[in-house]
């Protein structure tokens, strides 16, 4: 038995005629209680449970009763007596009140976990809507205005302004619906199969009264404005659009082959007279957008929405603080410092810019399993994103934006795994070991933009974190263009890259990066060859693969921030790129 540190103060100190008399209770309590569970039915479970209980319990009192003997037995300078007016609780009672309060305890710690991490935060002491169950009596038919500042245009064929775009598709029909997780929804679509890699046929629901012709003209408007239009990645890749006798089918034929192509076919869809088919039109105001509603059976809080375009965040504050329009977004702690004491509610949401450390496949220190691993344990990434501006990023760990999986900081584990493998410090301890013949050390060169401030710190705090785990790092600073002839010649082991992501997930992109292995090939072609009905599972399940492999290790995503007005509703459950996900319920509280 090893040996314990004991309080003294632990038991108490009374007679030993008085430790006889309560071991003689306690045996005899314990015969009478096995003699009356004799007479009970054999076949009632719960009294035989409590049997059990009740005699662990006495056995476990009578063993403390002999350590207080024993106790006893010891030289003693005063012996305490017990009052006699002291009331007898049983310990049996206490046992059961501990466990009643355990109980409690953990129910009441899960309830503080909730809330923690729920994704109500405060800002410059002013807080976020909080999310609830209960109906909120909101006004009718209100115009919410928006103010944004400094966009590209307010032209919607043209622009590429996150807001803009997703208001956009949000009153638009498209064949499809991305949803969280990467899950398919079929909208205007009413089924969609993979005939082959270079076509889909596509069967309309007749519901939504879009013809053919609408999709055609949907497509061939895009293709007109080029890169200029947002979706036109979406319909590049469209050689022809043929038709069938059932004038509610068509098939989609590829230029080139793409077996996960059904998630680019959320592009908005509008008829052949231009008009989108929501209920909403679309009219140009100055400096600014306006969706007007033509529906009454459409999101009957709104009669429109507007967007206007302001030269500078300051005019935005100032117009916000005033009470003419009903929400702004900031991108920056001196946005927020602009508004000072006025009341207002904020969100947080992913503008999809995303900072990833990616590695070269073909490197032969990269391409080592432990090497990846120990790095990612290594990086203690919630320290790095402290020092950088830690109120408008978070973590990433996968280049997808919907991903649950989170990689762990473990310095230990770090080296840990290293050592498992058959790694060794040398004298500047750095990981070494043979391997064929030939001693390979630990080291990897890092590219690096050297315009940009905020990756080389980023680069310094991988590299003192990597260097305590026993790996060495060293960082080249180059310019953009020497970057980019580094990755085309493979002469790179990491590279600090700023990726832009959205709600569909761009495969051939991750292939082209991170298919580092047997492993992540095989979970690539899974999804390659899925029907549509799987495609989603299997990207999914691509995620575990390639976070499994380590084949790359996200730092973190950056933030914007929606201030909107405290009578505004409807905004609580935004994430990722979707501020309107909950527009039927957006609106002005009822005062």
């Given at each position: ?149 400094s966009i590209d245009t307010t032209d919607i064929s043209k622009s590429h302004n996150l807001i803009i775009n997703d208001l956009y598709k949000k009153i638009s029909y498209s064949l499809v619906k991305i949803e969280n997780n990467y899950d398919i929804k079929y909208q205007i679509a009413k089924n969609i199969e993979k005939l082959n890699d270079n076509s889909y046929k596509v069967m309309l629901n007749p519901d939504y009264k879009i013809q053919v012709e609408d999709v055609i003209y949907s497509v061939e408007k895009i293709r007109t404005y080029g890169e200029e239009n947002m979706y036109y990645d979406r319909i590049d890749n469209i050689a ?352």
């Amino acid at each position: 038995m090893s040996a314990k540190i004991i309080d003294s103060k632990r038991y108490k100190t009374i007679t030993k005629t008085q430790l006889e008399k309560k071991k003689r209770q306690n045996q005899y309590e314990i015969k009478s209680q096995k003699s009356s569970i004799k007479k009970k039915n054999k076949n009632t479970i719960n009294d035989n449970n409590s049997f059990i209980s009740n005699l662990r319990i006495k056995k476990h009192r009578e063993k403390k009763i002999e350590q207080e003997m024993l106790l006893y037995s010891r030289p003693q300078k005063t012996v305490l007596k017990e009052p006699k007016d002291k009331i007898y609780i049983p310990k049996s009672f206490i046992i059961i009140c501990s466990f009643m309060c355990a109980i409690i305890l953990v129910y009441v710690s899960a309830k503080i976990m909730i809330k923690d991490s729920s994704d109500t935060t405060t800002v410059f002491g002013n807080n976020e809507e909080k999310t609830t169950n209960v109906a909120i009596p909101l006004e009718t038919n209100y115009d919410l205005k928006i103010g944004l500042n400094s966009i590209d245009t307010t032209d919607i064929s043209k622009s590429h302004n996150l807001i803009i775009n997703d208001l956009y598709k949000k009153i638009s029909y498209s064949l499809v619906k991305i949803e969280n997780n990467y899950d398919i929804k079929y909208q205007i679509a009413k089924n969609i199969e993979k005939l082959n890699d270079n076509s889909y046929k596509v069967m309309l629901n007749p519901d939504y009264k879009i013809q053919v012709e609408d999709v055609i003209y949907s497509v061939e408007k895009i293709r007109t404005y080029g890169e200029e239009n947002m979706y036109y990645d979406r319909i590049d890749n469209i050689a022809s659009i043929d038709t069938t006798e059932d004038k509610n089918t068509l098939i989609l034929n590829l230029k080139e082959a793409n077996p996960y192509y059904v998630y680019m076919l959320d592009f908005p869809i509008e008829d052949k007279d231009g008009k989108i088919n929501s209920g909403f039109n679309i009219e140009y105001i100055q400096n600014g957008i306006l969706f007007k509603k033509i529906s009454k059976d459409i999101i009957p809080n709104l009669s429109s929405i507007s967007i206007t375009n302001y030269g500078s965040i300051d005019e935005s504050v100032n117009t916000f603080t005033s009470g003419n329009i009903d929400m702004f977004f900031a991108s920056s702690n001196n946005d927020m410092q602009l508004i000072g004491k006025n009341d207002y509610n904020v969100k947080k949401y992913k503008d999809g810019e995303t900072l990833f450390l990616f590695g070269n496949k073909d490197s032969q220190v990269f391409s080592i399993s432990e090497i990846r691993n120990a790095l990612m344990y290594s990086l203690n990434r919630e320290e790095i994103v402290k020092n950088s501006d830690n109120n408008f990023i978070e973590l990433i760990d996968l280049p997808f934006l919907y991903s649950s999986i989170k990689y762990k900081y473990d310095i230990v584990g770090a080296q840990n795994i290293m050592s498992s493998n058959g790694w060794n410090k040398n004298g500047y301890g750095i990981f070494e070991k043979n391997i064929n013949g030939k001693y390979s050390s630990a080291s990897l060169r890092l590219l690096v933009n050297s315009q940009d401030e905020n990756k080389i710190n980023v680069a310094n705090n991988i590299k003192n974190m990597a260097q305590n785990a026993g790996i060495s790092i060293e960082i080249e600073a180059l310019n953009q263009e020497e970057i980019n002839e580094k990755i085309s010649a493979k002469d790179y082991d990491l590279v600090l890259a700023t990726v832009y992501l959205n709600e569909t997930p761009d495969i051939n992109f991750l292939k082209d990066y991170l298919n580092i292995n047997n492993a992540t090939n095989q979970a690539f072609i899974q999804v390659e060859q899925s029907s549509v009905e799987q495609l989603d599972k299997n990207v999914q399940n691509l995620q575990f693969v390639l976070s499994e492999q380590v084949a790359c290790i996200g730092i973190y995503a950056r933030n914007i921030n929606l201030v909107y007005q405290k009578y505004i509703y409807g905004f609580d459950n935004i994430n990722y790129m979707t501020i309107f996900n909950n527009i039927d319920n957006i609106g002005k509280k009822i005062e």
